[in-house]
Every structure is written in C-alpha cells, then in structure tokens.
C-alpha cells in the first residue's frame, strides 16, 4: 500500500498529459507543413506556367505587322498550364490575362513599345489563384490568399552561314549619334559594297570571321560553301577593318571564276568553294579546254558593255556588247560614277541583256516570253532563268545551262542548248563565257541545300556614331541585309579609263535578312530566332 507521499513521487505515466498538451502543436505544425507543400507547388506550377507563355510569346516578336496580336495568342493559347494545386473550386487551367510590350526592359528601366515594329519585350501575368488549406486553419489560417506569377522574355537572334561582311550605313549622316539608326534601300537598288576604301561610310570593312584572323582565314570564310566558326549574333558583332583585296578572289569562286584553276579557296586546303548554279557574268575564260575552263584566265570580251552615258544603250543594238552579265544599275555602269554615290537607283538596262543574251528586242518582247515584270530586278532575272534554263527565239535555243563559246580572238557565237558553241572568231584558244557552269566542268550548287552562292549577308554599322577604327568589339548591327552579288571583283577598263576595279564588290539589294532555313528562301544565310527569358 503506498502513501500520499509515494503518490507523489511515482513519475509513471508521465508523459501522457505531456503529448496531450502537445498533441495541438504538433498537429498544427504537421498542417503547416502539409499546406506549405501545396502552397509551393502552386507557386511553381503558376512561374512554370508564366515562363512558359512569355517564351511562347516572344517567339512571335518579329518586328513586322501583328506582332503583338500573334504573341498574344501564342501567350494564351499555345500552350495549355493547368494548376493542379489549386483547390479554390474554380477550373483548374491557368490564364493569362496580362500581357505587355517592351522596347526596352530592365530591372532598373523599362520602356513601352509603341507597335509592333519596336516590341522586342515581352512580360506575362498569369492569373491569381488561391490554395485552401487542409490543416493549418487548427493555428488559424484557412488559406493562401491570391497567388500569382509573372515573367518576361525577349528573342536572342544568330545569323548563321555568314562571309564576316559589314558595310557602313550610306544614309548616315555627318552627325549622327544613333548607333542604331535604320537603313531601309528600295529593293533592287545597285550598291558599291566594296570599294577599296574602308576608311569612308558607306563603304565595307570585314567582321571577325570567328575561324582565325589572318587573309587565309578570311578568304575561306568568304569563299568556303559552308563558312567555318559559329554563328554571328544579330547584335554584338567585332569589326576588322581593312582593307585585303587579294580575298576577293575567294567571293569570285562563287562565279566559276577561280585564281589559277584550283578549285579551292585561295590558299586553303579542306574546303569547296563551288559557283552558284547561274553564274552569268561579263568575263569569257581563256582556256585550253574551253568545256571546263581548267588553268582557266578570265578577261572581258573583245567588245565588252561600255555605256558612255548614265542611259540605256540604243534600242537598234548598234552599241551592244558581244557579252554582257547583269549590268551595274545606269548611274554606276559609266566610267564616272559620281552620277550617284554609293547607292544607285535601280534602274538597269534591262533590255540591252535580253537583246544580247536572249535576242529579245523591247521590253515587250522580253516580258511576255518570260513572264517577268518590266521592272525586274537583275535577282528576279536570276531566279528565273535557274527554273528556265533555256528559251527558243526563232528556233535557237538560248539560256544559261551552258557557257556560250568564242573564238579565241573573239566573234559573236552564242551558245545553244546542248552545249555546242558556234562562235565564229579566230584564234588558239576557246573562249567561253561562262553564263552557267559548263556541263562537263564544276559543279555548281542546288539553291536550298547548301545555298544560294550568289546571295550573302551582310551588317549595316552605323560607323560615324560607333567611330568605327580597326577592331571594335560588341558592335550593335543596325540591319542584317541579303545582298546579290551581281559581278565578279574585276578591274575592267578601256585604255586608262577605268570603269571597274579588282577591289570592288558590287551588289543589289534583296531586302533585310529575315528568320527561316536557307532553303525556303534560296539564301545561303541562316537567322535563327531564339525566345530566352529574361526575368
């Protein structure tokens, strides 16, 4: 039998009111942790849901019309985003209502777009949603209140493919402060690209070829079918100007028109540098073996285009050439160029190439046996003669599957469409013009599978307000612009009168470079639009 004071002293059984006390407690803190899980899987599946809009949006930022009305639809409807975390009895799919447009946007400073040409920025809200707890209201708490998510995203854009070309804004101004000043030519426009000259604007200069630095480097990122080094970014690029005429010889490889036979680029080893599928051109090879232009010496015709006013040559044809490739534009075929600067307009003598290659007279007559505008464009001419490559007048067959043949000491003959010259000069040697890849000679490329050869890209600097000297670094691209070249690099003259030189790359103008794969748009260059997140 125990006493009062055993009593008192027993400590067994203890610790049941002890855990009944704490039985609350612990309850309450099990129903925090449990509710917390839910309350941050919410949270995670609301900023997945909001990241996953604004990348889908700002895939559609391509600065042209509708712009943000795609991107809101993709933001809203591209992707599906359900909460499945949320207990608040409403649909569990994650809207969002709140969409904004940035030119510029930062942590610090944030700028509004005003269309769609300058919405470069994108930031999504998705809507609020709310966890109900399960346990927590035992410490008083009953739920989460309106959670939501929000983030931004831009486009980080590469081009790819690219000969390391930059050419300075010709319409920037003496003044001009704008690193990012536009640059819109009228398509079509003829435009010295290069000149000799890389200390003026408008004029070109060299972008790091990211393959090595040296003139060999340079003439096989110019030349090669497929460029080495990485992509460029749209923005953020690294000069190198300077001028390095002997790479220019690589360009011309995209013509047929190879320095010394090697089918190579200039000095390299490891790389093909094939002409384009139509390399029509001005200049007949020199040859021992004429159906190939093997060892092959490029000259200008005996009677080569020499306009001696900035106007077309005479509808009669008593001033057309024996040979002519697509001519400069009017402004920029006469010996003084001064008549325009460093832009042409466009106008070209259309009919004087149709009569001489096709025997064509009037625009009439050209326009209704090809189907081509009256105000083609040389890159329209192009095109259409890769999908025609032969078109009979009067029996003959003309077009560019095969080089037109020459005597040697020159003649008028011109090439049919089985490959067999008939010129009627005299002389030791053939010539050929070379207004396709012969038949039985080099291959050129297929456009749309590793290029159109005879359309590059290139960065338009605004070299006055980024004081463009030698190397910069991290330049901002005002435009990525595809060019055609339009003749080979080639000094062409009368006596001492000069009308083209061996430093001049001249080119038209196809328009700004624009997103997709080469062979959609038969250019060689690739632009790749990459949607990243940005907060």
């Known amino acids: ?102 030119a510029a946007f930062s942590d610090s400073a944030r700028t509004a777009a ?171 090879c020199t040859s021992n073996n004429a159906a190939s232009c093997s060892n092959d010496t490029w000259s200008e015709s005996s009677r080569p285009y020499r306009p001696t006013s900035a106007a077309a040559l005479a509808a009669d044809g008593s001033a057309d050439p024996d040979i002519i490739g697509y001519p400069r534009d009017l402004c920029h075929a006469v010996a003084s160029s001064a008549q325009c600067g460093t832009m042409g307009t466009g106008s070209w003598d259309r009919d004087a190439y149709f009569r001489v290659n096709y025997k064509l007279s009037g625009s009439g007559a050209w326009t209704g046996a090809t189907g081509l505008s009256a105000s083609a464009t040389r890159y329209d001419v192009y095109k259409w003669e890769m999908a025609h490559t032969a078109i009979t007048v009067g029996g003959q067959s003309y077009g560019i599957s095969v080089p037109q043949q020459l005597g040697g000491g020159g003649g008028n003959g011109n090439g049919n469409g089985n490959g067999n010259g008939n010129g009627n000069g005299n002389g030791n040697g053939a010539q050929s013009t070379g207004f396709g890849y012969p038949a039985t000679g080099r291959a050129g490329l297929t456009p749309g599978t590793e290029g159109d050869r005879r359309r590059i890209s290139v960065a338009v600097l605004n070299c006055r307000a980024l004081s463009i000297h030698g190397k910069s670094t991290n330049v901002p691209v005002a435009k990525w612009l595809d060019v055609f070249l339009v003749e080979p690099a080639f000094t062409r003259k009368s006596g001492n009168t000069a009308y083209t030189d061996s430093k001049e790359v001249y080119v038209e103008v196809i328009g700004e470079t624009t997103s997709g794969a080469n062979g959609a748009n038969l250019a060689q260059v690739v632009r790749r639009d990459v949607p990243y997140l940005i907060q």
């Not at 309850?27 to 919410?42: C, E, M």
């Not at 004029?203 to 630095?213: A, D, M, P, V």
């Open 114 to 284: 005003t269309g769609d040409a300058d919405s470069y920025f994108v930031q999504v809200t998705v809507g609020a949603r709310t966890a109900r707890y399960a346990l927590t209201p035992i410490v008083g708490a009953f739920n989460s209140g309106a959670i939501s998510a929000a983030a931004a995203a831009g486009v980080g854009t590469a081009i790819c493919n690219v000969p390391p070309v930059m050419v300075c804004n010709p319409s920037e101004p003496l003044n001009n402060t704008d690193e990012l000043l536009g640059f819109s030519p009228m398509v079509g426009v003829g435009m010295k690209l290069i000149t000799g000259n890389a200390d003026t604007p408008g004029n070109f200069g060299w972008l790091e070829s990211q393959s090595g630095n040296g003139a060999s480097d340079l003439a096989a990122a110019l030349g090669y079918n497929k460029p080495p080094g990485n992509c460029s970014p749209l923005t953020g690029v690294t000069t190198k100007t300077g001028m390095s005429a002997s790479v220019l010889s690589a360009l011309n490889t995209r013509f047929d028109v190879f320095a010394n036979g090697n089918q190579t680029c200039p000095s390299q080893g490891g790389g093909t540098c094939s002409p384009s599928s139509n390399s029509r051109k001005d200049l007949v």
């Open 1 to 102: 039998m125990h006493s009062p004071r055993d009593l008192l002293r027993n400590e067994g059984g203890a610790v049941a009111p002890i855990v009944a006390v704490a039985l609350f407690g612990l309850v309450g803190a099990a129903g925090l942790a449990f509710d917390y899980a839910r309350l941050a899987s919410l949270d995670t599946e609301l900023q997945s849901a909001a990241d996953q809009a604004a990348l889908a949006a700002a895939s559609q930022l391509d600065g042209r019309s509708g712009a943000q009305t795609r991107a809101t639809s993709a933001a809203q409807s591209l992707i599906a985003n359900r909460a499945l975390f949320a207990n608040d009895g409403v649909d569990r799919t994650v809207t969002v209502p709140t969409i904004a447009f940035y």
